[in-house]
Nanobody, 122 residues
Framework: VQLQASGGGLVQAGGSLRLSCAAS????????MAWFRQVPGKDRELVEA???????IYGESVKGRFTISRDHAKNAVYLQMDSLKPEDTAIYYC?????????????????WGQGTQVTVSS
């Protein structure tokens, strides 16, 4: 199973980026997919997660600015990030679980992409 994340980069504060993550090797149609992020010295934190039926949970810091979406036909998950702030700078990871319940704990996710760097300049 592989998750391939892409779309990171450098953007100015207030700008937008769209991250993509394509899964191969198994389907996640009935399971949760998510985006996490991590900065050096800190734990990996949930950005947003989505069930196959569309229920989502998200970190409070991204509320109203980030939107997760999924394309079951492509076995992919996306993260639209708007109104970016310098504190959003991190490595972003896509993740897939073996279950259909939403969890904020990264330990509940069995599959991980390689990470993509997002840097927001002030």
């Amino acid at each position: 199973v592989q998750l391939q994340a892409s779309g990171g980069g450098l953007v100015q504060a207030g700008g937008s980026l769209r991250l993509s993550c394509a899964a191969s090797g198994r389907t996640f149609k009935d399971n949760v997919m998510a985006w996490f992020r991590q900065v050096p010295g800190k734990d990996r934190e949930l950005v947003e997660a989505r069930t196959w039926t569309g229920t989502t949970i998200y970190g409070e810091s991204v509320k109203g600015r980030f939107t997760i979406s999924r394309d079951h036909a492509k076995n992919a998950v996306y993260l639209q990030m708007d109104s970016l702030k310098p504190e959003d700078t991190a490595i972003y990871y896509c993740a897939g679980s073996n279950v259909f319940r939403l969890y904020t704990d990264n330990m509940e996710y069995a599959y991980w992409g390689q990470g993509t760097q997002v840097t927001v300049s002030s």
